[in-house]
């Protein structure tokens, strides 16, 4: 395949990153060595982060804040230094923006559940109305679908075109003067989409509406500037950046924080507290009840170093490139049908597809068999395979550490697919 894969530009030296990801010298079913196409469920992880999370709980394991001893200073200064990382990182305007969770799900689910607290003018009720897509994660759309049941609110969302885009050409009657809130995903989980921020955030700026962006597909792949977004909230995940799982992150415009009610109680987020009531601590300790997940912020943090380190203009062009090619190669195998986008433009760097009548799950499993791991079903995102009127998809997803030798190895894989079913 090496004359396809001829004027492929701007990719990272992989060789060199790939000595860092342990687990990519793996072999499996007698001696096939993997090929891994699932970092849109979680990412490999290279050995700075191992050793930071070894490193914390062999050296500096204590719980943080309150300790005035050797360690529980030195776990503080690391979780704090995390949350610094992070800032920076998305180019937050303070520190204290920066809210840790468990993951992306927890982050939304704390929107969702602020705004169904809160007092006006923020406050969610039944002469509101909140705006989502059809094309999200269900952790974008059963937050929302809880806080409607809750309040009385109208959940409302916008469709998808026939080749994966959001249909925007009713914007004006999705987006009105009652919208409370729109929750979209930047980059779509299933299709890959990109979508067009810009357009959604003026029209719901101009009704008043908060905007909450599902980063989680985006944070690993391309610079997330929260500023330039113009976003009120934006939610992703650790695991999916080279990081650990057990860790997420919920980014909100200061004002908001300072405003909106918490929504977990608890050590930590408190000032004072008395049997009669609590005061709050500011933000962000006001959203982190209890123990947080102290070492996973540390390896997100030691994740932030190494992505900042290649830089993530080079990881996004690697992966343009990448996508480029895997788009062309799927295809030409005969009953592809790519779900979403059938070009590289303006998609990220993840492709869900159908094979002819095999289903996704024997697809998967004969790909498994030669060492190719993919994902298989709806992806939490069924109300895309509704649309499309299919009962699940073989996703295949790459990052940094893909090469151009797993695309070929993923279509020489599945045309023996389709010679095991005929």
Known sequence: MTDARQGLSGLLDTEAIRKDFPILDRTVHDGKKIVYLDSAATSQKPRQVLDALSEYYERHNANVHRGVYTIAEEATALYEGARDKVAAFINAPSRNEVIFTKNASESLNLVAN??????????VDSDTEIVTTEMEHHSNIVPWQLLSQRTGAKLKWFGITDDGRLDLSNIDEIITEKTKIVSFTLVSNIMGTINPVEAIVRRAQQVGALVCIDASQAAPHMVLDVQA??????????????????????????????????????????????????????????????????????????????????????IHRHEQAITEYAVRRLLEVPDLRII???????????????????????????????????????HCARPV?????????????????????????LVDGLEHVRNFFG
């Open 229 to 314: 977004l113009q976003a009120d909230f934006v939610a992703f995940t650790g695991h999916k950046m080279v990081g650990p799982t057990g860790i997420g992150v919920l980014w909100g415009r200061q004002e908001l924080l300072e405003d909106l009610p918490p929504f977990l109680g608890g050590g930590e987020m408190i000032e004072t507290v008395s049997m009669h009531s609590s005061t709050y601590a500011p933000a962000p300790h006001k959203f982190e009840a209890g123990t947080p997940p102290i070492a996973q912020a540390v390896g997100l943090g030691a994740a932030v170093d190494y992505l900042s380190a290649i830089g993530m203009e080079n």
């Open 114 to 123: 602020m705004l169904g607290w809160a007092d006006e003018p923020y406050r």
């Open 340 to 378: 979403g986008p059938a070009t590289a433009e303006d998609r990220g760097a993840t492709i869900s597809f159908t094979l002819g009548d095999i289903h996704p799950h024997d697809v998967g499993q004969v790909l498994d068999e030669q060492g190719i791991a993919v994902r298989v079903g709806h």
């Open 385 to 409: 395979c509704l649309r499309y009127g299919i009962p699940a998809t073989t996703r295949a997803s790459f990052y940094l550490y893909s090469t151009p030798a797993e695309v070929d190895a």
